[in-house]
């Protein structure tokens, strides 16, 4: 009897750490990496890589086009998964041959953009092309990044430029059962003043960012506070380190804003400035999973 239990328990083992949890998908211990701490951009070898480093999910980038990197962008331009169906069917097939699931995409082209203004059209295109590129991979979140010119921390204008974007671009997400994650270097605050604009749409959260947001409140404290209602996912990322845990990121504080929240959507590493070390940092998301109670 006593050697019975000893190997179901051993099966059990096996599979949550495999898994994360029995649920699997959207688990409490989900840890993911975001593409571009793997040194990559849309390119579907980064799956197999995300493996090789010891992850059960990746974010994958939709693309960052050579033509939008010269001003002003062409209102013309899209990206190559908008336009070749096979770049995207390549990444599914990739994530059912190696075990990895796309937790999300990050529409990181944006972050050239002035939306609601000079580059609307071009803005709404990749918008709606990553959304569709989700809807095909049955991923459930974009992230919807603004760390260029479309920034709304301090102008109003911004703000409420930025919201009439999302009235027109909401519908089509809500259509495609895609929800809009925001991530900016702005106030968590400041982010659900946009989400209060427009109502709390069922499908526009948070996503939100351990190291960006460091300097700007006390993430444990947001993370308690609207964790649970209004973050659709998390970077966890280093605040002034290359390794989360190692600077100004308090591990056991982080795991219990975690839990009061009530956190079990996936945890994203994300590579930064100050370096790019995805097994490091997997072995500490680990460790912050390991002291959730």
């Given at each position: 009897?006593?050697?019975l239990m000893?190997?179901?328990?051993a099966?059990?083992?096996?599979?949550?750490?495999?898994s994360?949890t029995?649920e699997?998908?959207?688990?409490?211990s989900?840890?993911?990496?975001?593409?571009?701490?793997?040194?990559?951009?849309?390119?579907?070898?980064?799956?197999?890589?995300?493996?090789?480093a010891g992850?059960?999910a990746i974010?994958?980038?939709?693309?960052?086009?050579?033509s939008?990197?010269k001003?002003?962008?062409d209102?013309?331009a899209?990206?190559?998964?908008g336009?070749?169906?096979?770049?995207?069917?390549?990444?599914?097939?990739?994530?059912?041959?190696?075990?990895?699931?796309i937790?999300s995409?990050?529409?990181?082209?944006?972050?050239?953009?002035q939306?609601?203004?000079r580059?609307?059209?071009?803005?709404m295109?990749?918008a709606?092309?990553?959304i569709?590129?989700?809807?095909?991979l049955?991923?459930?979140?974009m992230?919807?990044?603004?760390f260029?010119?479309?920034?709304?921390q301090?102008?109003?204008?911004a703000?409420?430029?930025?919201a009439?974007f999302?009235?027109?671009?909401?519908p089509?997400?809500?259509a495609?059962?895609?929800?809009?994650?925001?991530e900016?270097?702005?106030?968590t605050?400041?982010?659900?003043?946009?989400?209060?604009?427009?109502?709390?749409?069922?499908h526009m959260?948070?996503?939100?960012?351990v190291g960006?947001?460091?300097?700007?409140e006390?993430?444990?404290?947001t993370?308690?506070?609207?964790?649970?209602e209004?973050?659709?996912e998390?970077?966890?990322?280093?605040?002034?380190?290359?390794?989360?845990?190692?600077?100004q990121?308090?591990l056991?504080?982080?795991?219990?804003?975690?839990?009061a929240?009530k956190y079990?959507?996936?945890?994203?590493y994300?590579?930064?400035?100050?370096g790019?070390?995805?097994?490091?940092?997997?072995?500490?998301?680990?460790?912050?999973?390991?002291?959730?109670?």
């Open positions: 009897m006593n050697k000893i190997f179901v328990g099966i059990v083992t096996v599979f949550f750490t495999a994360g029995a699997g998908k959207e688990s409490r989900g840890i993911a990496v975001m593409e571009t701490a793997l040194g990559k951009s849309a390119d579907v070898s980064s799956i197999l890589d995300a493996k090789t992850y059960s974010q994958m980038h939709s693309g960052n086009p050579k939008m990197r001003k002003p962008i209102p013309a899209g990206l190559p998964i336009e070749d169906p096979s770049i995207v069917k390549s990444w599914k097939e990739a994530s059912e041959q190696h075990g990895i699931e937790t995409l990050c529409a990181g082209s944006l972050n050239r953009c939306i609601f203004d580059d609307r059209e071009v803005s295109r990749i709606k092309q990553t569709d590129a989700c809807h095909a049955d991923v459930k979140v992230l919807f990044p603004f260029g010119p479309s920034n709304f301090e102008s109003d204008e703000l409420n430029g930025v009439e999302m009235k027109e671009l909401l089509y997400a809500t495609k059962d895609v929800v809009i994650g925001i900016a270097p702005v106030t605050v400041r982010v659900l003043e946009l989400l209060e604009l427009l109502e709390f749409p069922t959260k948070v996503y939100y960012d960006n947001l460091f300097e700007k006390d993430i444990y404290e993370i308690r506070k609207y964790g649970k209004h973050f659709c998390i970077h966890i990322k280093a605040s002034g380190h290359s390794v989360v845990g190692e600077g990121i308090d056991v504080k982080l795991a219990e804003a975690l839990d929240a079990d959507h996936w945890l994203v994300e590579g930064n400035r100050n790019k070390d995805p097994i490091a940092n997997r072995k500490v998301i680990e460790k912050i999973v390991s002291l959730r109670k």
